[in-house]
């Protein structure tokens, strides 16, 4: 932080918030609100002169309430830039001012009680997002005692206990009488590998934290005792199963079983617990001075706002998604945005390090090269077709088309264009045109299929990174499925129009699948939920029609998916055996009109 | 407003309850029988109570 704080070329902006995010890749502009400090930082030499006068005690954020801080405080011990703020909201009152003492007593006029936020705007080219994550609040697992019994602690309290400069300056000790805990119990996975509390992922951290902890404790006090209760211990990495192995030898006890429910000895604040201990299969009864629950981690609770500013996806944990877990590890599925540390998924240090490394790298790359290569699948806007009605601005996953609503016309950015084509499949004008993947492309597919043998077919839309790629695994793997489903590519779901769909019922189609990325994997953000959205219209529009909504079905099928995708294949082959070519001839007859009625309507207007 | 709605699986044909919000952000369903992800959402479920008392 000392090191960046101090780089020439590195503009540090603390206590600041992202409100905006517009343009593209190489051309971002965000609007940062800089928040008011109070305190001149530019001035402020951190004496610490003004924290001595403040009346106002609260709780200090950073001790994880263990300690007090004044309304005027310095964040953190380490903070950069080393300058004092004042939370307003603690603060006794500045109109009319109702203290001032901080104001009188510092030496280089640095207090500003009139300060406002400052709203900046910064031209960008590339941006990392390196938002971190929340910790688990374990008061909603009543069963701990978490916040009923002061001797139970999380893991974020124990770090400041056990911390030279945190609030006990290092001496470990029990909150609710201040004596050294002899005997310390761990619960692991609080929080955790659990869907009950919200989240079924692994923490990541909580494990080797636990066996880090256990250490500093045999290492300061060779007396205490330290149980670990846990599920299975997660070290892998370098070295981390050498220290488990030293926590093991330095006489941790390491007991398989989560603990039920502790309760407390309510004369000496004891905590005592029933587990069973799943190796030696029985149920023990253990007393603690001290109980550590290792609480997992969060996505940020915030983390909404800057997915929404900079259009990315999340995962169905909650955190940040790459845009290919193994070849674009760090890049956002934005161009120009990039992923670093715990945003993405739970990681430690090590790891964050070295994804931050390559993050930078990536950005690096793309600031030097000063030009941005883009894949011709873009879309082209015929401006003398367009309406401006704005459809396709709403549905674009990266923001990349801006509508003139009173020119009625609207603009693609081909940088930040990533060619889903689900703008095309909104545009009822016909006056978006995906390169390589356009509408006469995909109805000559369909039509093709479709020229014979009409009722043994069934026609396949599958997307480009998942279903089509979920049809290749089944391939290579050996995996037969019925020759009669004809397969149609398109680079997302959401490309597939409703006009597609029925231009295969039309063709005498007798079953229609629309396929996709599963949510989570979504490679253009979330635009396979204009897939689901067309789906609906369509079932409604057959039922109205009086075909059965049965024959166009929708699957989520990923790339690894390949009996899934065999799967799906033989119950479509299932469906089409039991479609008569009555109900084609029906449907063919009732589309056609409706078409014609359509196009009769169109050639008027 | 999240409520209680009909879905009727289009692979299978059965019908069950779930909780959907037809303005709210979509998520991925799919049947409780067969898994597939053909399922409609038909009606909310007090819409079908309303029915019934008409």
Same mark, same amino acid.
């Given at each position: 932080m000392m090191d960046a704080g101090r780089h020439p070329l590195i503009k540090l902006m603390s206590y600041s918030e992202i409100e905006d995010v517009n343009g593209y890749v190489g051309n971002f502009k965000v609007t940062v609100r800089?928040?008011?400090?109070?305190? /001149?930082e530019t001035v402020c030499?951190? !004496?610490g002169e003004c924290e001595k006068v403040c009346p106002a005690i609260h709780p200090d954020e950073f001790q994880m309430g263990l300690a007090t801080r004044k309304a005027?405080?310095?964040?953190?011990? #380490?903070?950069?830039?080393s300058a004092y703020l004042i939370n307003m909201e603690n603060c006794?009152?500045?109109?009319?001012?109702?203290?001032?003492k901080c104001a009188e007593v510092c030496e280089k006029n640095a207090?500003?009680?009139d300060m406002q936020d400052e709203i900046v705007v910064l031209d960008i080219g590339a941006i990392v997002v390196a938002t971190g994550i929340d910790v688990y609040d374990p008061?909603? #697992?009543d069963e701990y005692g978490y916040t009923r019994f #002061?001797?139970?602690?999380t893991s974020m309290e124990f770090e400041r206990l056990i911390c030279a400069g945190g609030p006990t300056v290092g001496h470990l000790v029990r909150?609710? /009488?201040?004596t050294t805990p002899l005997r310390i119990g761990f619960i692991q996975c609080v929080g955790s590998r659990s869907l009950r509390d919200g989240?079924?992922?692994?923490?990541?951290?909580c494990c080797m934290n636990t066996v880090k902890d256990t250490l500093l404790i045999r290492d300061h006090y060779p007396d205490a005792e330290c149980s670990v209760f846990y599920i299975?211990?997660?070290?892998?990495?370098?070295g981390f199963e050498d220290l488990y192995d030293k926590s093991r030898e330095a006489g941790v006890k390491y007991i398989r079983g989560i603990p039920g429910e502790i309760t407390e000895d309510?004369?000496?604040?004891n905590l005592r617990m029933v587990v069973e201990n799943t190796t030696t299969r029985s149920i023990e009864e253990h007393e603690f001075d001290m109980i550590v629950l290792s609480v997992g981690v969060r996505p940020r609770a915030d983390g909404g706002d800057i997915r929404r500013h900079l259009t990315l996806s999340q995962t169905s944990d909650g955190f940040l998604m790459e845009?290919?877990?193994?070849?674009?590890?760090?890049?956002?599925?934005?161009?120009?945005v990039y992923i670093a540390g715990c945003a993405e998924a739970p990681k430690d240090v090590k790891e964050s390090v070295t994804q931050a490394s390559a993050a930078a790298a990536r950005a690096g790359v793309l600031l030097n090269a000063g030009k941005v290569t883009v894949e011709a699948i873009t879309c082209t806007i015929d401006n003398d077709l367009?309406?401006?009605?704005?459809a396709c601005e709403k549905v674009c996953p990266y923001g990349a088309i801006t509508v003139d609503k009173g020119a009625k016309t609207a603009a693609v950015v081909e940088a930040a264009?990533?060619?889903?084509?689900t703008c095309g499949s909104a545009c009822?004008?016909?006056?978006i045109t995906m390169r390589h993947f356009t509408d006469a492309q995909i109805v000559a597919q369909v039509d093709a299929l479709l020229a014979?043998?009409?009722?043994g077919k069934v026609i396949v839309f599958a997307c480009n990174w998942c279903s089509y790629a979920g049809g290749d695994t089944a391939g290579t793997s050996r995996m037969l499925y019925p020759a009669s489903n004809r397969l149609i590519r398109t680079? !997302?779901?959401?490309?597939?129009?409703e006009e597609f769909v029925l231009r295969a019922f039309r063709k005498g189609a007798p079953i229609v699948l629309v396929s996709g990325c599963h949510f989570a994997d979504c490679h253009y953000i979330d635009a396979n939920r204009q897939t689901v959205k067309r789906v609906y219209r369509l079932w409604k529009q057959l039922e109205k029609l009086g075909?059965?909504?049965?024959?166009l079905q929708l699957e989520w099928i990923s790339a690894a998916e390949g009996p899934k995708f065999q799967k799906t294949m033989r119950e479509m082959e299932e469906l089409r055996a039991q479609v008569t070519q009555e109900e084609i001839d029906h449907t063919v007859k009732v589309l056609t009109e409706q078409f014609e009625k359509r196009r009769l309507k169109k050639v008027r207007s | 407003m999240e409520k209680m709605w009909v879905f009727k699986c289009q692979r299978c044909g059965c019908d069950y309850q779930e909780v959907y919000d037809p303005k709210a952000a979509l998520r991925e369903r799919s049947c409780p029988?067969?898994?597939?992800?053909?399922?409609r959402p038909l009606h909310d479920v007090d819409s079908t109570k309303r029915q019934a008392k008409g």
């Open positions: 800089k928040k008011a400090r109070y305190v /001149d030499n951190s !004496c005027v405080h310095l964040p953190f011990p #380490q903070a950069v830039p006794l009152g500045t109109n009319p001012i109702a203290c001032g207090i500003n009680y008061t909603q #697992q #002061q001797n139970v602690i909150p609710g /009488d201040h989240a079924g992922f692994c923490s990541n951290i299975d211990i997660r070290a892998f990495g370098k309510p004369a000496t604040g845009a290919h877990p193994k070849l674009k590890p760090v890049d956002a599925p934005t161009r120009g367009c309406h401006g009605c704005g264009c990533a060619g889903c084509g009822r004008f016909d006056a014979e043998r009409q009722s680079m !997302c779901s959401g490309r597939i129009s075909i059965r909504t049965e024959r | 029988q067969c898994r597939s992800n053909s399922v």
